[in-house]
C-alpha cells in the first residue's frame, strides 16, 4: 500500500471547463492539459502524487509523459476513473471533475473530489 496521492484527472470535463475552442481539436486540449499536469503537477497539494490523466473519445492514444500517465479509456471514461480509484485500495484519491455522478460513485469509494479549476485557470 502505497501513502502517495493519487490525482485522477477527468480529462473531458476538465477540458470541457473552460469554453476556448477545445472541441476543435480534443485530442491537443487533452495534450496541453497533460503538458500543464506535468510542469505544475496539483497547485496547493505538497509532497508526491500520481497524477493519472482518463482521456476517451477522440483523445484517445495521448501518450504519457515523465509525471503525468495517461489511460485511454475503452469505453466510458466516468467507467475507467472509477475503476482506478476501487483499485487504489486504501491509497489517497484525489478525483478532478465537476461530473456530478462521478463524484458521487468515487466518493462512495473514499476518494476526494476537487473541481477543475484545482488543475486550470
Same mark, same amino acid.
Given at each position: 500500500?502505497?501513502?502517495?496521492? !493519487? $490525482? *485522477?484527472?477527468? &480529462? +473531458?470535463?476538465? /477540458?470541457? @471547463? %473552460? #469554453? ?7 485530442? =491537443? ?23 493519472? !490523466? $482518463? *482521456?476517451?473519445? &477522440? +483523445?484517445?492514444? /495521448?501518450? @504519457? %509523459? #515523465? ?7 475503452? =469505453? ?46
Amino acid at each position: 500500500m502505497s501513502d502517495v496521492l !493519487l $490525482v *485522477v484527472v477527468d &480529462a +473531458a470535463n476538465v /477540458v470541457g @471547463s %473552460v #469554453p476556448d475552442g477545445w472541441w476543435r481539436d480534443r485530442r =491537443g486540449a487533452a495534450e496541453r492539459l497533460r503538458d500543464r499536469l506535468a510542469a505544475d503537477g496539483v497547485p496547493g497539494r505538497a509532497g508526491p502524487a500520481e497524477i493519472v !490523466l $482518463v *482521456v476517451e473519445g &477522440a +483523445a484517445r492514444g /495521448v501518450e @504519457s %509523459v #515523465p509525471g503525468v500517465r495517461v489511460e485511454s479509456a475503452p =469505453g466510458s471514461g466516468d467507467d475507467r476513473i472509477v475503476e482506478l480509484v476501487a483499485e487504489a485500495g486504501e491509497r489517497p484519491v484525489l478525483v478532478v471533475t465537476a461530473d456530478r455522478e462521478l463524484r458521487r460513485r468515487v466518493e462512495e469509494l473514499g476518494a476526494e473530489v476537487a473541481g477543475p479549476r484545482t488543475v486550470r485557470p
